[in-house]
């Protein structure tokens, strides 16, 4: 397969959020924690990140100290029901973006509208949706960043070393099995804080069309 064209080189880049109170106290709490953070920026305005593996709680806490700390100017998305009253107008300001995971139709096409709209923007998911194990990732990410023509960062936070990194950069091909390969490769050997709990890193078979009904004859 023919890898997906690229977008043009922006004249815009994603920015690093400016020095500040909310970046120097992160940092120190990771610190205290015995936690560190850093990033390699991307040649590019608009990405999308996938955090894995997510197995725990503390995952979005130190993930948004993480955040904090390196200024990376990330949006997510979160269950719909964590941002009613009080917490909601706190999580929008925090870039989280609310999703009612039961009716998900429209919601690739409401995203790719933002990634259109926006000259910069990045998306940070966690592709595994849950904490429980599952035998696959949810493959929204990736079809975002296709039809978005947007790199895709491979952000670990590994317990073992404890160590919150977003290194690598992936332009995806259109070939599930290399651009999975490729993934697979990034995230070998981190490890999460609950090991047992991290999901294969594959798509679910898409299944079969039904067969029409027999004719009558």
Not at 29 to 53: E, F, M, N
């Amino acid at each position: 397969m023919e890898p997906a064209p690229r977008a043009a080189a922006p004249s815009v880049r994603l920015g690093q959020e400016p020095p500040g109170l909310r970046r120097w106290l992160a940092t120190w709490i990771l610190s205290r924690l015995g936690w560190t953070a850093r990033i390699a920026w991307p040649d590019a305005a608009r990405v999308v990140v996938i955090v894995y593996p997510h197995t725990s709680n503390w995952d979005f806490f130190l993930g948004y100290l993480a955040r904090l700390s390196m200024g990376l100017p990330a949006s997510w998305i979160g269950k719909h029901t964590i941002f009613r009253w009080p917490l909601g107008p706190l999580l929008r300001r925090m870039g989280g973006i609310p999703v009612d995971r039961a009716h998900t139709a429209g919601l690739l096409e409401a995203l790719l509208r933002e990634f259109e709209r926006r000259p910069t923007m990045c998306l940070a998911l966690a592709p595994e949706g849950t904490r429980t194990r599952l035998d696959h990732l949810k493959s929204g990410f990736y079809r975002l960043a296709l039809q978005a023509k947007v790199p895709v960062g491979l952000a670990w936070l590994d317990f073992a070393r404890r160590e919150i990194v977003l290194e690598t950069w992936l332009h995806l091909t259109g070939d599930e099995e290399v651009d999975l390969g490729r993934i697979r490769q990034a995230y070998q050997g981190k490890v999460g804080r609950h090991p047992e709990k991290a999901s294969e890193i594959r798509f679910r078979p898409e299944r079969p069309a039904a067969a029409p009904p027999p004719g009558r004859g």
